[in-house]
């Protein structure tokens, strides 16, 4: 992979956000901890290669209070550095806006996220039991099971503070 930036997306990025949400996640909106987000309506931040600008990875977030949420996280190759690139760049922006804590929500069954928030210093906050459940009665594209076979079901909060 040729050299990485991360740039904030614009607004001439918004059809393409909401395409990259949709192919990723079923829809072009996330439901996470009881709230409903549209894609194109976040904050994103891009990960590029190449001189034409290629996309290889997408974070979308919220800022509510002192906190930065990370709402969805895309890295489209697996182990370029695509993942922490974003999320270090999510960590800037939370830090220019003065924010003291940076927070995500994961699944149960994403073992991978799981993995890769923790060795980045994200720790586990908070467990919601069913609230994947309670989500797709909102977004009923949401799986019945998830990676590695295991049942869709719970969401689990990791957060880090910023400084």
Do not use: C
């Amino acid at each position: 992979m040729t050299a990485l930036r991360v740039r904030a997306a614009g607004p001439d990025d918004r059809a393409t956000v909401a395409r990259l949400i949709t192919e990723s996640w079923h829809a072009p909106i996330l439901v996470v901890h009881g709230v409903t987000y549209h894609a194109a309506d976040l904050p994103a931040l891009l990960a590029e290669t190449g001189p034409d600008g290629d996309i290889a990875g997408l974070l979308t977030y919220h800022v509510d209070g002192g906190a930065l949420e990370i709402v969805s996280l895309n890295a489209f190759t697996s182990g370029a550095g695509v993942g922490s690139a974003l999320l270090d760049a999510a960590a800037g922006v939370a830090r220019e806006r003065g924010l003291t804590r940076l927070w995500v929500v994961t699944t149960n069954d994403n073992l991978d996220a799981l993995r890769f928030y923790q060795r980045r210093g994200l720790r586990l906050a908070a467990l919601a039991p069913g609230a994947v459940d309670a989500a797709r009665l909102v977004k009923p594209s949401i799986p019945l099971v998830g990676d590695h076979g295991i049942p869709l079901r719970d969401e689990l909060t990791l957060e880090m503070p910023v400084a």
